[in-house]
């Protein structure tokens, strides 16, 4: 017969909830099923009901009665049927395993430190300076008064002063302060010990809060969504709150710089308004960057005249640079202008030329798109256009 082993560890991650201590306890063994069996390739969590009971000591009705509790709460996600059992998957799976994995690297570098030490020639093979213990009556109780003293200010100055300003801060910025008082006992004196000032413990908790809070993690439910705002929580994850924080801080930091870069300054953001605007120095402004040095020249020699919805051009232009100005007037402005050519500005007084269709590229033409970029290119590389007059 197989010999089923108690679960006796129990993550802190799911020690600081507000359960009970039976509900804890079966949340613990589920989430470590769950975790044993993704890795042996099922789903999750398949025992059954009978058998969680058998390794808690509990009823299997009190235990049907839990699990189902703890779904209704969040705490557990029913999965597929497989035959005749159900599956079960823990919210804390990824949390366990990412605590897990800081006690294992924590182990290890403390091993690494030991074996180090051990491997000093000077501590391996020679002994240190020695010299009599004797009786001495001037160091028989400091350490027992060291002790007592800091008993003594953890007790009646720390933890209060901690409890009451942690608590504002936790309220006023989530609304309320759930916590076990044991637990928040027991971890504020580890902060003691690496600490005797309160400040450090209210900027992890500070910093939970805005990880919590913000864009990017407010909908992490399978990490941080699942981990309370308290004492206990900023010390268990006092390490993953610092490298995320961290991490975001630097994350916002290359958002705001890139935003800045994208940014436009007032004289190109009136360029860009100017940009698309009707008028030749709107067109001049499009096309600056599109033209060679060339067809520049030739531009500066060119005058106009804007009458209403017309735009009139006097000047000797190549047909590839009409077609240009036709395509800025036709398709890229918010309003369609008539534009008539003419390669003297007396013709232009001429009544009866103002009508003629000779000199004339009308903007309601159609242009063949790719026949427009290839003469535009051949502008561009400042080669000779077959359709230059």
């Known amino acids: 017969m197989v010999e089923i082993k108690k679960a006796t560890v129990i993550s802190d991650v799911i020690e600081c909830l507000d359960l009970s201590w039976a509900k804890t306890r079966l949340l613990s063994l589920i989430t470590d099923l769950d975790i044993k069996g993704r890795a042996t390739g099922h789903e999750g969590c398949y025992a059954k009901n009978k058998s969680l009971g058998s390794m808690l000591g509990l009823a299997e009705t009190t235990v049907s009665k839990y699990i189902r509790e703890l779904t209704r709460e969040g705490y557990l996600v029913p999965g597929r049927f497989h035959g005749h059992h159900r599956v079960l998957n823990s919210t804390f799976y990824h949390a366990v395993l990412q605590e897990r994995k800081a006690y294992n690297d924590h ?22 300076a020695y010299e009599s213990t004797g009786p001495n009556p001037n160091n028989t109780s400091t350490h027992q008064i060291n002790n007592k003293e800091n008993n003594t200010f953890f007790s009646n100055e720390y933890f209060p002063k ?23 006992k027991s971890k504020a004196k580890l902060w003691f010990k690496m600490d005797s000032k309160i ?17 990017e993690f407010k909908n992490d439910f399978r990490f941080w969504g699942g981990i309370p705002v308290n004492i206990a929580s900023a010390y268990t994850h006092k390490d993953a709150i610092t490298n995320t924080y961290e991490s975001l801080v630097r994350y916002r930091k290359s958002v705001k710089i890139k935003s800045e870069d994208n940014a436009t300054t007032p004289l190109e953001a009136k360029n860009q308004s100017e ?75 001429d009544p009866s030329l103002k009508s003629s269709d000779e000199g004339e ?29």
């Open 162 to 184: 901690l409890i009451e300003r942690s608590k504002t801060l936790i309220i006023e910025k989530c609304g309320k302060y759930d916590s076990v008082a044991e637990k928040e």
């Open 361 to 389: 590229v009308k903007t309601d033409e159609t242009i063949d798109h790719a026949w427009f970029m290839s003469e535009l290119s051949n502008r561009l590389n400042g080669s000779k256009s077959k359709f230059v007059a």
């Open 199 to 215: 400040e450090p413990v209210l900027e992890s908790i500070q910093r939970l809060i805005e990880i919590k809070q913000s864009e």
């Open 107 to 128: 182990k290890s570098a403390k091993m690494v430190d030991d074996i180090n030490v051990l491997a000093c020639p000077v501590r391996a093979y020679e002994a240190g």
């Open 275 to 349: 940009k698309y605007k009707p008028t030749w120095e709107g067109f001049r402004h499009w096309a600056k960057s599109r033209l060679t040095f060339s067809t520049k020249e030739i531009l500066n020699q060119v005058k106009v005249k804007i009458e209403g919805q017309r735009i009139l051009i006097f000047g000797d232009l190549p047909d590839s640079v009409k077609i240009i100005i036709t395509k800025y007037f036709s398709e890229e402005v918010n309003q369609r202008m008539e534009i008539k050519y003419f390669k003297e500005e007396k013709i232009a007084e």
